[in-house]
Protein backbone atom coordinates (compact mmCIF):
# COMPACT_ATOMS: atom_id res chain seq x y z
CA UNK A 1 0.00 0.00 0.00
CA UNK A 2 1.00 3.41 -0.62
CA UNK A 3 1.20 4.90 2.80
CA UNK A 4 2.18 8.42 1.57
CA UNK A 5 -1.01 8.69 -0.66
CA UNK A 6 -3.16 8.01 2.03
CA UNK A 7 -2.40 11.13 3.80
CA UNK A 8 -4.61 14.31 3.74
CA UNK A 9 -3.27 16.45 1.12
CA UNK A 10 -2.84 19.96 3.07
CA UNK A 11 -6.20 22.38 2.60
CA UNK A 12 -8.27 19.54 1.00
CA UNK A 13 -11.22 19.89 3.04
CA UNK A 14 -12.59 16.37 4.54
CA UNK A 15 -15.92 16.12 2.26
CA UNK A 16 -14.04 17.05 -0.89
CA UNK A 17 -13.66 15.07 -3.85
CA UNK A 18 -10.69 13.17 -3.92
CA UNK A 19 -8.13 14.58 -6.79
CA UNK A 20 -8.46 14.07 -9.96
CA UNK A 21 -5.18 13.00 -12.37
CA UNK A 22 -4.66 12.92 -15.80
CA UNK A 23 -2.57 10.30 -17.13
CA UNK A 24 -1.47 11.09 -20.58
CA UNK A 25 1.05 8.57 -22.60
CA UNK A 26 0.66 7.26 -26.42
CA UNK A 27 2.16 3.84 -25.00
CA UNK A 28 -0.56 1.87 -22.96
CA UNK A 29 2.35 0.13 -20.64
CA UNK A 30 3.10 3.90 -19.50
CA UNK A 31 -0.24 4.62 -18.61
CA UNK A 32 -0.35 1.63 -16.81
CA UNK A 33 2.75 2.27 -14.87
CA UNK A 34 2.04 5.57 -14.25
CA UNK A 35 -1.72 3.65 -12.90
CA UNK A 36 0.19 1.98 -10.40
CA UNK A 37 1.83 4.00 -9.11
CA UNK A 38 -1.09 5.82 -7.41
CA UNK A 39 -3.05 2.21 -6.98
CA UNK A 40 -4.77 2.32 -3.67
CA UNK A 41 -5.64 5.68 -3.17
CA UNK A 42 -8.81 6.05 -4.16
CA UNK A 43 -8.06 8.93 -6.47
CA UNK A 44 -9.37 9.48 -9.88
CA UNK A 45 -7.97 8.71 -12.75
CA UNK A 46 -8.39 9.67 -16.09
CA UNK A 47 -6.32 8.75 -18.90
CA UNK A 48 -5.30 9.69 -22.96
CA UNK A 49 -3.40 8.25 -25.44
CA UNK A 50 -3.33 11.69 -27.91
CA UNK A 51 -2.82 14.91 -27.23
CA UNK A 52 -6.07 16.61 -28.29
CA UNK A 53 -7.93 14.56 -26.49
CA UNK A 54 -5.98 15.14 -23.48
CA UNK A 55 -6.52 18.86 -24.15
CA UNK A 56 -10.61 18.30 -24.59
CA UNK A 57 -10.42 16.19 -21.11
CA UNK A 58 -8.54 19.37 -19.72
CA UNK A 59 -12.10 21.46 -20.94
CA UNK A 60 -14.74 18.92 -20.24
CA UNK A 61 -13.50 17.07 -17.02
CA UNK A 62 -11.05 19.71 -15.01
CA UNK A 63 -8.50 17.51 -13.70
CA UNK A 64 -6.42 18.41 -10.61
CA UNK A 65 -3.00 17.88 -12.10
CA UNK A 66 -1.73 16.26 -15.63
CA UNK A 67 1.18 14.01 -15.50
CA UNK A 68 2.22 14.71 -19.51
CA UNK A 69 4.29 12.31 -22.15
CA UNK A 70 6.39 14.75 -24.22
CA UNK A 71 5.98 13.29 -27.80
CA UNK A 72 2.48 11.68 -28.85
CA UNK A 73 1.22 10.99 -31.96
CA UNK A 74 -0.82 13.59 -32.87
CA UNK A 75 0.72 16.75 -30.56
CA UNK A 76 3.64 17.05 -28.55
CA UNK A 77 3.75 17.71 -24.95
CA UNK A 78 4.42 21.26 -25.47
CA UNK A 79 1.59 22.11 -28.03
CA UNK A 80 -0.31 20.49 -25.25
CA UNK A 81 0.61 22.04 -22.14
CA UNK A 82 0.64 25.57 -24.48
CA UNK A 83 -2.45 24.88 -25.11
CA UNK A 84 -3.72 24.12 -21.68
CA UNK A 85 -2.32 27.48 -20.43
CA UNK A 86 -3.84 29.81 -23.15
CA UNK A 87 -7.33 28.80 -22.49
CA UNK A 88 -8.30 30.42 -18.93
CA UNK A 89 -10.54 27.71 -18.57
CA UNK A 90 -7.22 25.05 -17.73
CA UNK A 91 -4.30 27.18 -17.32
CA UNK A 92 -4.39 26.75 -13.26
CA UNK A 93 -4.18 23.05 -14.10
CA UNK A 94 -0.35 22.16 -12.68
CA UNK A 95 1.13 20.06 -15.89
CA UNK A 96 3.92 17.50 -15.20
CA UNK A 97 6.11 16.36 -17.66
CA UNK A 98 7.04 12.62 -17.74
CA UNK A 99 9.36 11.70 -20.70
CA UNK A 100 12.25 9.76 -21.31
CA UNK A 101 14.15 12.31 -22.64
CA UNK A 102 16.83 13.54 -20.48
CA UNK A 103 18.03 16.61 -21.62
CA UNK A 104 18.34 20.39 -20.16
CA UNK A 105 16.98 21.93 -23.68
CA UNK A 106 13.70 19.70 -23.70
CA UNK A 107 13.63 20.72 -19.77
CA UNK A 108 14.25 24.41 -20.56
CA UNK A 109 11.35 24.17 -23.43
CA UNK A 110 8.64 22.10 -20.74
CA UNK A 111 9.07 24.64 -18.21
CA UNK A 112 9.14 27.81 -20.90
CA UNK A 113 5.46 26.06 -21.80
CA UNK A 114 4.39 26.45 -18.38
CA UNK A 115 4.84 23.05 -17.00
CA UNK A 116 5.88 23.03 -12.93
CA UNK A 117 8.11 19.82 -13.43
CA UNK A 118 9.93 17.42 -15.41
CA UNK A 119 10.34 13.38 -13.93
CA UNK A 120 12.56 11.37 -16.27
CA UNK A 121 11.77 7.73 -17.34
CA UNK A 122 12.13 5.34 -15.60
CA UNK A 123 10.50 6.91 -12.68
CA UNK A 124 10.74 5.99 -9.38
CA UNK A 125 7.02 5.68 -8.37
CA UNK A 126 7.96 7.34 -4.85
CA UNK A 127 9.36 9.81 -6.49
CA UNK A 128 6.24 10.38 -8.94
CA UNK A 129 3.60 10.32 -6.04
CA UNK A 130 5.99 12.88 -3.78
CA UNK A 131 6.18 15.23 -6.62
CA UNK A 132 2.42 14.93 -7.49
CA UNK A 133 1.42 15.48 -3.86
CA UNK A 134 3.69 18.72 -3.17
CA UNK A 135 2.12 20.42 -6.78
CA UNK A 136 -1.64 19.07 -5.56
CA UNK A 137 -0.65 20.79 -2.36
CA UNK A 138 0.30 24.17 -4.13
CA UNK A 139 -2.80 24.29 -6.29
CA UNK A 140 -5.01 23.91 -3.13
CA UNK A 141 -3.82 26.44 -1.60
CA UNK A 142 -3.62 29.18 -4.73
CA UNK A 143 -7.17 27.77 -5.29
CA UNK A 144 -8.16 29.27 -1.88
CA UNK A 145 -6.25 32.54 -2.53
CA UNK A 146 -7.84 32.94 -5.78
CA UNK A 147 -11.65 32.50 -3.98
CA UNK A 148 -10.88 34.77 -1.36
CA UNK A 149 -9.84 37.74 -3.83
CA UNK A 150 -12.92 36.70 -5.44
CA UNK A 151 -15.22 36.52 -2.84
CA UNK A 152 -16.78 39.09 -0.53
CA UNK A 153 -15.77 38.89 2.91
CA UNK A 154 -18.65 39.64 4.18
CA UNK A 155 -21.61 38.20 2.48
CA UNK A 156 -19.65 35.21 1.12
CA UNK A 157 -21.33 35.69 -2.55
CA UNK A 158 -18.67 36.57 -4.96
CA UNK A 159 -17.69 40.19 -5.12
CA UNK A 160 -17.71 43.29 -7.92
CA UNK A 161 -15.01 42.28 -9.37
CA UNK A 162 -15.37 38.70 -9.78
CA UNK A 163 -18.75 39.59 -11.06
CA UNK A 164 -17.81 41.74 -13.73
CA UNK A 165 -15.02 39.08 -15.46
CA UNK A 166 -18.25 36.88 -15.44
CA UNK A 167 -20.30 39.79 -17.06
CA UNK A 168 -17.89 39.96 -19.92
CA UNK A 169 -17.21 36.45 -20.12
CA UNK A 170 -20.91 35.83 -20.47
CA UNK A 171 -21.81 38.51 -22.78
CA UNK A 172 -19.03 37.58 -25.43
CA UNK A 173 -20.73 33.71 -25.19
CA UNK A 174 -24.20 35.23 -25.79
CA UNK A 175 -22.59 37.13 -28.84
CA UNK A 176 -20.96 33.74 -29.95
CA UNK A 177 -23.96 31.56 -29.27
CA UNK A 178 -26.93 33.76 -30.33
CA UNK A 179 -28.65 33.20 -26.95
CA UNK A 180 -30.34 35.57 -24.40
CA UNK A 181 -28.43 37.06 -21.21
CA UNK A 182 -30.63 38.34 -18.33
CA UNK A 183 -29.50 40.32 -16.12
CA UNK A 184 -30.88 41.12 -12.33
CA UNK A 185 -30.18 43.88 -9.70
CA UNK A 186 -31.73 43.55 -6.22
CA UNK A 187 -32.11 46.19 -3.61
CA UNK A 188 -32.39 45.75 0.25
CA UNK A 189 -35.37 47.86 1.15
CA UNK A 190 -35.06 50.71 3.40
CA UNK A 191 -31.65 49.42 4.80
CA UNK A 192 -30.77 52.57 6.22
CA UNK A 193 -33.53 52.24 8.46
CA UNK A 194 -32.87 48.83 9.49
CA UNK A 195 -28.87 49.76 10.60
CA UNK A 196 -30.17 53.03 12.30
CA UNK A 197 -32.55 51.19 14.51
CA UNK A 198 -30.55 47.97 14.88
CA UNK A 199 -26.94 49.32 14.33
CA UNK A 200 -24.23 47.91 11.96
CA UNK A 201 -23.27 44.75 13.67
CA UNK A 202 -26.92 43.91 13.24
CA UNK A 203 -26.78 45.43 9.35
CA UNK A 204 -24.10 43.04 8.70
CA UNK A 205 -26.06 39.85 9.81
CA UNK A 206 -29.50 41.10 7.68
CA UNK A 207 -26.81 41.36 4.69
CA UNK A 208 -25.56 38.00 4.91
CA UNK A 209 -28.54 36.25 5.35
CA UNK A 210 -30.52 38.16 2.36
CA UNK A 211 -26.93 36.93 0.71
CA UNK A 212 -27.30 33.53 1.50
CA UNK A 213 -30.84 33.31 0.67
CA UNK A 214 -30.59 35.41 -2.83
CA UNK A 215 -27.51 32.58 -3.74
CA UNK A 216 -29.70 29.56 -2.35
CA UNK A 217 -32.44 30.78 -4.57
CA UNK A 218 -30.59 30.31 -7.57
CA UNK A 219 -31.90 27.36 -9.81
CA UNK A 220 -28.21 26.70 -12.39
CA UNK A 221 -24.60 26.48 -12.03
CA UNK A 222 -24.20 29.10 -14.60
CA UNK A 223 -26.47 31.23 -12.60
CA UNK A 224 -24.21 33.89 -10.28
CA UNK A 225 -25.06 36.18 -6.89
CA UNK A 226 -22.46 39.00 -6.93
CA UNK A 227 -22.45 41.80 -4.01
CA UNK A 228 -22.62 44.84 -6.23
CA UNK A 229 -22.04 47.12 -3.82
CA UNK A 230 -23.65 48.34 0.06
CA UNK A 231 -27.11 46.37 0.29
CA UNK A 232 -26.93 46.34 -3.51
CA UNK A 233 -26.63 42.50 -5.12
CA UNK A 234 -26.70 41.75 -9.36
CA UNK A 235 -27.32 38.07 -10.96
CA UNK A 236 -26.18 36.93 -13.91
CA UNK A 237 -28.91 34.52 -16.07
CA UNK A 238 -27.44 33.07 -18.55
CA UNK A 239 -29.71 31.81 -22.12
CA UNK A 240 -32.33 33.45 -19.85
CA UNK A 241 -35.05 35.18 -21.39
CA UNK A 242 -36.98 38.25 -19.68
CA UNK A 243 -40.03 36.37 -18.94
CA UNK A 244 -37.88 33.30 -17.14
CA UNK A 245 -35.77 36.24 -15.29
CA UNK A 246 -38.99 37.76 -13.66
CA UNK A 247 -40.19 34.76 -12.42
CA UNK A 248 -36.97 33.75 -10.62
CA UNK A 249 -36.98 37.42 -9.35
CA UNK A 250 -40.27 36.51 -8.03
CA UNK A 251 -39.44 33.67 -6.29
CA UNK A 252 -35.97 35.24 -5.17
CA UNK A 253 -37.91 38.53 -3.62
CA UNK A 254 -40.41 35.52 -1.38
CA UNK A 255 -37.90 33.81 -0.22
CA UNK A 256 -36.58 36.79 1.28
CA UNK A 257 -39.81 38.05 2.42
CA UNK A 258 -39.77 34.39 3.91
CA UNK A 259 -36.92 34.90 6.35
CA UNK A 260 -39.00 37.41 8.60
CA UNK A 261 -35.93 39.52 9.31
CA UNK A 262 -37.78 41.96 11.80
CA UNK A 263 -37.78 45.72 10.21
CA UNK A 264 -40.77 47.61 11.87
CA UNK A 265 -39.26 50.87 9.66
CA UNK A 266 -40.20 49.18 6.52
CA UNK A 267 -44.35 48.97 5.43
CA UNK A 268 -44.09 45.09 5.73
CA UNK A 269 -42.61 44.74 8.83
CA UNK A 270 -39.82 42.85 7.47
CA UNK A 271 -36.59 42.90 5.40
CA UNK A 272 -37.86 42.53 1.42
CA UNK A 273 -35.67 43.31 -1.30
CA UNK A 274 -36.58 45.43 -4.87
CA UNK A 275 -35.77 43.75 -7.92
CA UNK A 276 -35.19 45.20 -11.50
CA UNK A 277 -34.18 42.88 -14.49
CA UNK A 278 -33.47 43.05 -18.28
CA UNK A 279 -32.51 40.32 -21.03
CA UNK A 280 -31.01 40.95 -24.15
CA UNK A 281 -29.36 38.56 -27.06
CA UNK A 282 -25.74 40.38 -27.16
CA UNK A 283 -25.19 41.61 -30.49
CA UNK A 284 -21.47 41.93 -32.13
CA UNK A 285 -19.66 45.35 -31.87
CA UNK A 286 -21.98 45.62 -28.68
CA UNK A 287 -21.36 46.11 -24.52
CA UNK A 288 -23.42 45.52 -21.62
CA UNK A 289 -23.76 48.71 -20.93
CA UNK A 290 -27.38 49.04 -22.29
CA UNK A 291 -28.22 46.17 -20.11
CA UNK A 292 -27.40 47.46 -16.76
CA UNK A 293 -29.08 51.00 -17.51
CA UNK A 294 -32.22 48.84 -18.67
CA UNK A 295 -32.34 46.57 -15.35
CA UNK A 296 -31.37 49.54 -13.38
CA UNK A 297 -34.49 51.47 -14.71
CA UNK A 298 -36.58 48.47 -13.74
CA UNK A 299 -35.15 48.41 -10.39
CA UNK A 300 -35.69 52.17 -9.68
CA UNK A 301 -39.76 51.21 -11.27
CA UNK A 302 -39.97 48.89 -8.83
CA UNK A 303 -38.70 51.00 -5.56
CA UNK A 304 -41.20 53.64 -7.21
CA UNK A 305 -44.00 51.51 -6.95
CA UNK A 306 -43.75 50.36 -3.74
CA UNK A 307 -40.77 48.26 -3.13
CA UNK A 308 -40.49 44.68 -2.39
CA UNK A 309 -41.34 43.88 -5.64
CA UNK A 310 -39.66 42.50 -8.88
CA UNK A 311 -40.07 44.88 -12.06
CA UNK A 312 -39.31 43.70 -15.91
CA UNK A 313 -39.77 45.05 -19.27
CA UNK A 314 -42.97 44.83 -20.91
CA UNK A 315 -44.31 42.99 -17.28
CA UNK A 316 -46.16 44.44 -15.29
Known amino acids: MNHDL ?10 APPPRLLLVDDQPANIHALHQAFLGSGWQMLMA ?42 RDIPVIFVTAYEDA ?34 KLQADQLRHQALVDGLTGVYNRRHFDERFQQEWRRAQREGSTLALLLADADHFKRFNDRHGHQAGDECLRRVAQQLHAGLRRPA ?94
Request: aromatic residues 6%; glycine residues 8%.
Open 6 to 15: NLPLPGLAPD
Open 105 to 138: QCEMRALEAGAVDFIVKPFHPGVVRARVRLHLSL
Open 49 to 90: TQGAQAVALCRERRPDLVLLDLFLADLDGYAVCAQLKADPAT
Open 223 to 316: DLIARWGGEEFACILPCTTAEGALYLARALEEGVRALAIAHPDAPHGVMTISLGLAAASPKPGHDGVELFKRADAQLYRAKSLGRARACAEGFN
